[in-house]
């Protein structure tokens, strides 16, 4: 079973910055949209940013020109850059993707990182 790896994250006061990375421990054939969704306490998962193979990208209301999404599809790995960090903006940040492991797999949506804690204190 594959797995999706992150890195980054941490501990950073408001208005700083941090970066996050996930890539997946195996081979896709094809990787479509590529996301970070994050959860802070007592609230539900929400979409943070997305992009797509083709570099379009899509972002929350509350972190449009703040976050920044990438992706290196030669390495199938996504970064999320995050700059003038907000305490509203803590929570466990999880990496997700919709691909096909195999040529003659279909998409699947339900591939998660085990999520990477960033916290922005005031």
């Known amino acids: 079973q594959v797995q999706l790896v992150e890195s980054g994250g941490g501990l950073v006061q408001a208005g700083g910055s941090l970066s996050l990375s996930c890539a997946p421990s195996g081979s896709f054939f094809r990787i479509n949209v590529m996301a970070w969704y994050r959860q802070a306490p007592g609230k539900q998962r929400e979409l943070v940013a997305s992009?797509?193979?083709?570099?379009?990208?899509n972002y929350a209301d509350s972190v449009k020109g703040r976050f920044a999404i990438t992706r290196d599809n030669a390495k199938n790995t996504v970064y999320l850059q995050m700059n003038s960090l907000k305490p509203e903006d803590t929570g466990v940040y999880y990496c997700?993707?919709?691909?096909?492991?195999?040529?003659?797999?279909?998409?699947?949506?339900?591939?998660w990182g085990q999520g990477t804690q960033v916290t922005v204190s005031s």
């Open positions: 992009i797509t193979s083709a570099g379009s990208t």
């Open positions: 997700n993707l919709d691909g096909r492991r195999y040529t003659w797999s279909r998409y699947e949506s339900d591939y």
